[in-house]
């Protein structure tokens, strides 16, 4: 057994106390923001709420004209027609089809129901994945009640970095 005082943390403070230094400014991008083209691969896929949230053009269902931005984001929901018009639209672009000069550079795939998907769905998201780059928006229910002023979902954070991009 120890005997003698007890010695704890420091609890006094000697002399006035100054204020932490203010954090350095983040430096500028020197750079331009990477825009993206949303499109739609069916009705209702989500791309005027992508469009809103991370920025970029809003082309609906139509491919991007001469002045909006040629890298596309096809979008699509999480069922099943959903999912096979995004796996037509990656046909027209492998077959060589869409308007020259646009860039795919991913699909974007939007919840289209809270929870997890059926083993079907998630089969056919997987095959997806292995040949192109996606990225998976969570259901959000604030986005169904049109409240699209939040933070987006912590699990788009890639396609946050993504659509931020400085180049």
Same mark, same amino acid.
Do not use: C, K, N
């Given at each position: 057994?120890?005997? !003698?005082?007890?010695? %704890?943390?420091?609890?006094?403070?000697r002399g006035p106390v100054a204020a932490p230094p203010a954090p350095e400014p983040a430096p500028a991008p020197t750079g331009t923001v990477r825009r993206f083209s949303w499109v739609g691969t069916h009705g209702g896929s989500g791309v005027s709420t992508l469009a809103t949230v991370y920025g970029g053009q809003d082309c609906g269902r139509d491919?991007? !004209?001469?002045?909006?931005?040629?890298?596309?984001?096809?979008?699509?929901?999480?069922?099943a027609t959903g999912l096979a018009c995004v796996v037509h639209a990656l046909e027209v672009f492998r077959r060589g089809e869409a308007p020259p000069g646009l860039d795919l550079d991913a699909v974007v795939l939007v919840a289209d129901a809270p929870g997890r998907l059926p083993r079907p769905l998630a089969q056919q998201v997987r095959l997806i994945e292995s040949v192109i780059d996606v990225y998976r928006v969570p259901w959000v229910s604030a986005w169904r009640l049109g409240d699209l002023s %939040?933070?987006?979902?912590?699990?788009?954070?890639?396609?946050?970095?993504?659509?931020t991009a400085v180049h």
């Open positions: 057994m120890r005997t !003698g005082t007890r010695q %704890g943390p420091e609890i006094w403070i491919w991007p !004209g001469a002045a909006d931005p040629p890298s596309v984001l096809l979008v699509a929901r999480t069922h %939040g933070r987006p979902p912590r699990e788009t954070e890639a396609l946050l970095r993504l659509t």
